[in-house]
């Protein structure tokens, strides 16, 4: 029989063999014990193993369509390869994105992967890799003191926020965490502490702590800032963690698409082992082989024992039933480059730093703005600051997403409104990702929002039937209401939306179901004259 171990080995061996080929599933199943049928179940699951012959994949999330995916996409084709569309490759800040192999290529034109061809070297050679895939970040002159990670500071290899924390103790430092209030930066906003004492007041002794650097939230790019920038605070964070639950071992999910930032944080370890910093601490790193719905905790444990990644029921909860079946902390990269910071300076520090909730927060915002980036503010800045942050608006505002996908679309009327996680909640909305995607008024609202709908269509992993179904119908009513030959048109194709949108909510496992009508809901609310009129549902005419 295999192990749980052994079944964890499935999806790192099938992309070790290249992905779901003839034979694969076969050898696979020779080599860890799991039944064949498991090790396809696997492999069919997970997009880059699923298509291993997919040359390019161009990414369709709406920053990059804003910048012209589509004619990238007929390029790629029409240069001889096989090419397909993908979901968001966390570049929005440098789109159009395009994936060849496990490295994402941000910033490329048509006529670039026209030249190219087969041939990428010219393209992944023009720049050292690491700087291809830094943005910019902000805000500039900022005072160090008022920022919590700061990633334009240079990295910190001294350890000093771990022998502080050893000084400190577990139960001094979950007190810290309560005071700083810190809530879970990755989209739910839950409070850190609880996560920390729920681990700690298990009487299972062997505990893990997991790391979620699974960004996939379109709009989003802040984790990839993170870890290319200051790899120094996510595993300093995981070490005081660990040690403050009594965790013996790491676990670093990473996207699979992430080869560059996965490099980065190898030698972030080996540099704080090196120094003897981790001591009695083991790091397992782990790719994600392409699934959005492995940024969900329980998901992401699934596929981290080498299942389909589905979410799992709760409760039980991670912090008592979690990796392997002990009780797990499971943190989101921005949430744990926190807190180095807040066990040097304290929570009360960190805690005044937000102006509407404790902290600062990385905001990511792209789009029509000049300088598309990752900027860290105060907590509860409005959308007109952090646009200022980022150079000012180009054109006209109309709309905004304020928490990537997910938290749908509000209008300029609400660009006064702090993108903190209550008054975005008053709203109808959520901060979630802070993914901020700004547009201007060349943007048709049904064609954004179409856009959207078929990223949650794509990325449901169909465990659900309100998620399942209710994500196709969302999609084929906007697609019936738009295309006027056919029948049913006007708003009889949008009649039931609103009731899909509630059993989706009411009876989907996870976030993914509960928000992925969001787009077309909010929409419908803020921008009925859009509909209304219908118009033109193509891309914009300038961006």
């Known amino acids: 029989m295999p192990t749980p171990q052994d079944r964890a080995r499935v999806p790192d061996e099938l992309h070790r063999l290249g992905g779901l080929r003839p034979g694969v599933s076969r050898e696979v199943a020779r080599r860890t014990g799991v039944p064949e049928a498991d090790i396809y179940g696997v492999g069919s699951f997970f997009h880059l193993l699923a298509e291993p012959d997919v040359d390019v994949r161009v990414c369709q999330g709406l920053s990059c369509q804003l910048a012209g995916a589509d004619a990238l996409l007929d390029a790629a084709r029409a240069s001889g390869l096989r090419a397909e569309g993908c979901q968001c490759l966390a570049a929005c800040d440098k789109p159009a994105a395009v994936l060849r192999g496990r490295r994402v290529l941000p910033a490329v034109t048509p006529a670039e992967i026209a030249a190219a061809g087969g041939d990428f070297t010219a393209l992944f050679s023009a720049q050292a890799p690491a700087d291809m895939w830094m943005g910019t970040i902000g805000p500039l002159g900022a005072d160090p003191e008022s920022l919590a990670m700061n990633l334009m500071a240079e990295p910190d290899w001294s350890g000093a926020a771990l022998a502080r924390a050893a000084e400190i103790g577990p139960d001094g430092l979950v007190a810290e965490l309560e005071s700083a209030g810190l809530q879970g930066r990755g989209g739910a906003g839950f409070p850190a502490h609880i996560k920390w004492k729920g681990v700690i007041g298990q009487p299972e002794t062997v505990r893990y702590v997991v790391l979620n650097a699974d960004e996939g939230e379109p709009g989003t790019f802040k984790d990839r800032e993170v870890l290319l920038r200051r790899p120094d605070l996510v595993i300093e964070g995981l070490a005081i963690a660990a040690r403050a639950v009594g965790a013996s071992a790491v676990y670093l999910y990473l ?257 993914l179901g509960q928000a992925a009508s969001l787009p077309l809901t909010t929409a419908l609310r803020w921008f009925p004259e859009a509909f209304d009129s219908k118009g033109d549902a193509m891309a914009p005419s300038s961006s």
């Open 255 to 511: 996207r699979g698409e992430w080869e560059i930032p996965w490099g980065i944080v190898e030698d972030a370890i080996a540099r704080f082992k090196a120094g003897g910093h981790l001591d009695g601490i083991a790091f397992h790193m782990h790719a994600g082989q392409g699934a959005y719905i492995c940024g969900e905790e329980t998901a992401l444990i699934e596929a981290l024992e080498g299942k389909r990644g589905m979410p799992r029921l709760r409760p039980p909860f991670p912090v008592e039933v979690g990796l392997f079946g002990k009780p797990t902390l499971v943190h989101n990269v921005e949430t744990i480059a926190c807190v180095p910071g807040i066990v040097r300076r304290g929570g009360a520090w960190f805690k005044a730093l937000g102006r509407t909730a404790p902290g600062t927060k990385l905001y990511c915002v792209s789009g029509h703005v000049a300088h598309p980036g990752v900027y860290e503010l105060p907590i509860g800045i409005t959308l007109d600051e952090l646009a200022e942050a980022a150079g000012g608006y180009v054109g006209t505002l109309l709309a905004f997403s304020p928490g990537g996908a997910s938290s749908g679309f509000l209008p300029a009327s609400k660009r006064d409104i702090a993108l903190d996680f209550r008054a975005l909640a008053d709203e109808g909305s959520m901060l979630g990702s802070a993914g901020v995607v700004v547009l201007n008024d060349t943007v048709n609202i049904p064609w954004a929002v179409a856009h959207q709908l078929r990223f949650f269509e794509a990325e449901s992993c169909g465990q659900c039937a309100p998620c399942r179904i209710g994500t196709r119908f969302q999609r084929e009513s906007l697609d019936r209401y738009l295309d006027a030959t056919r029948a049913p048109v006007g708003a009889d194709a949008l009649a039931h939306v609103a009731e899909v949108a509630w059993q989706m909510n009411e009876g989907s496992i996870c976030g």
